[in-house]
Structure formats: C-alpha cells, structure tokens
C-alpha cells in the first residue's frame, strides 16, 4: 500500500463524537512508552503526524487519523506507567475498553510489545482482554533496532508461548523499527488485505 495522505482529524474521549464508522479503522495501542508514536510516523511517512514525547504516557485521548481518505488509524493512550492520577488513569481505561468494544467499524488492533524485553504481565494480561471481548488483533514488536535480531527473536518466541497458556492459536506478529522502517511495510500489506472485505455497518438509529 501506498501512503498518499495522512492527516489528524480529531481527538476525543467520547466514543459517541468519534468520526462516522464508515470506513474501515485499525486502532495501534501499547505500554506507555513502547515507542508508538514514532511507529505510527514511521508507516505513515509523516514526522510529527503522532506526537512523540520523552514523557511516556504523553497519548491522553483518542486520536484519529484519515489515511488515503479510505481508511482510519487510530492512536490510542498507553496502558500501564504514566504520569498521571490513579483517577485519571481509571478515566482512560474505561474509555479505551469502551472505544475497543462498541466501536463497530474497528477491524483489528495492533497491540505494540517491546522487543528487548521478556515477556510483561501487562502485556499479556491485554492480549488475554482482548481475547476474552472476541476482538481481533496482531501483535507488534518495537524497538527491534535497539539490539539484535536473534535476540528479538528470543523474546518474540518466548511472548507467543506464553500467549498459548491462554489461545489455541497465536496471532500473526510483525518485527518492527521507527527507525529503519522494518516491518511497516508488512503491516500495510495487513491493512491493505483487511480492508478488501470492508463492510460498513450498517448504523441503527
């Protein structure tokens, strides 16, 4: 897939102003400071587009962006560490799962993993939510220029084993890197697949 147009539409913490669901839309969430900002750049060939923080936990709301003016990506907060009230983090919590489960034009989540780490509770507790909602997503391993490829391979195998305690089958997984562009190629071409068999749903008023 080429990337033609990228452009922010809107933030927003409510799920009933989000945009119309009328185009296919693809949600990219992770701990706070998994690098995904510098991810979404990276795909979209657009620095700057996600703003990128030496603070983790900087991705407070819902962020829209219209790709090509076909299809929708979304930025998700962070879970996990971030510098905020236990409050606010409840806040944010209760509208992500709201926005993951009600939201009917989401086709998949791109759930972002640390490569140069073991397996985090967090993470795989995610993994397990999202299991249990029926909701489908892929998994994204970050960072994997930091060190190397074996050893992200490592972790990689050592995260989809442990996911088997809970799922039958492990879902696809894509090796990535802000950096050297690794592996956002393939995620378009996930997209790009996903998107040939959109329907929109049909809105109930």
Same mark, same amino acid.
């Given at each position: 897939?080429?990337?033609?147009?990228?452009?922010?539409?809107? /933030?927003?913490?409510?799920?009933?102003?989000?945009?119309?669901?009328?185009?296919?839309?693809?949600?990219?969430?992770?701990?706070? @400071?998994?690098?995904? /900002?510098?991810?979404?750049?990276?795909?979209?060939?657009?620095?700057?587009?996600?703003?990128?923080?030496?603070?983790?936990?900087?991705?407070?709301?819902?962020?829209?962006?219209?790709? @090509?003016?076909?299809?929708?990506?979304?930025?998700?907060?962070?879970?996990?560490?971030?510098?905020?009230?236990?409050? @606010?983090?409840?806040?944010?919590?209760?509208?992500?799962?709201?926005?993951?489960?009600?939201?009917?034009?989401?086709?998949?989540?791109?759930?972002?993993?640390?490569?140069?780490?073991?397996?985090?509770?967090?993470?795989?507790?995610?993994?397990?939510?999202?299991?249990?909602?029926?909701?489908?997503?892929?998994?994204?391993?970050?960072?994997?220029?930091?060190?190397?490829?074996?050893?992200?391979?490592?972790?990689?195998?050592?995260?989809?084993?442990?996911?088997?305690?809970?799922?039958?089958?492990?879902?696809?997984?894509?090796?990535?890197? /802000?950096?050297?562009?690794?592996?956002?190629?393939?995620?378009?071409?996930?997209?790009?697949?996903?998107?040939? /068999?959109?329907?929109?749903?049909?809105?109930?008023?």
């Amino acid at each position: 897939m080429l990337i033609k147009s990228a452009e922010f539409v809107c /933030s927003n913490t409510q799920v009933g102003k989000l945009p119309a669901p009328s185009m296919p839309e693809y949600a990219f969430i992770g701990r706070s @400071n998994v690098g995904k /900002s510098s991810l979404i750049n990276a795909l979209l060939h657009k620095k700057g587009l996600a703003k990128t923080s030496q603070r983790p936990g900087k991705t407070q709301l819902i962020n829209h962006f219209i790709i @090509n003016d076909d299809w929708y990506l979304v930025d998700l907060p962070g879970y996990g560490f971030a510098q905020t009230s236990k409050k @606010n983090r409840a806040e944010w919590e209760k509208f992500i799962r709201q926005y993951l489960t009600r939201r009917e034009n989401l086709q998949c989540i791109f759930v972002l993993i640390d490569s140069r780490h073991e397996p985090q509770k967090i993470d795989l507790e995610f993994c397990c939510w999202l299991g249990e909602q029926g909701l489908p997503f892929l998994l994204v391993f970050t960072k994997a220029d930091k060190q190397s490829g074996v050893k992200s391979d490592q972790n990689v195998a050592k995260f989809r084993r442990a996911l088997l305690n809970w799922f039958e089958e492990v879902p696809q997984h894509f090796i990535t890197s /802000s950096e050297t562009k690794l592996g956002t190629g393939e995620i378009l071409i996930a997209i790009d697949e996903i998107n040939g /068999s959109f329907e929109a749903p049909v809105i109930q008023h």
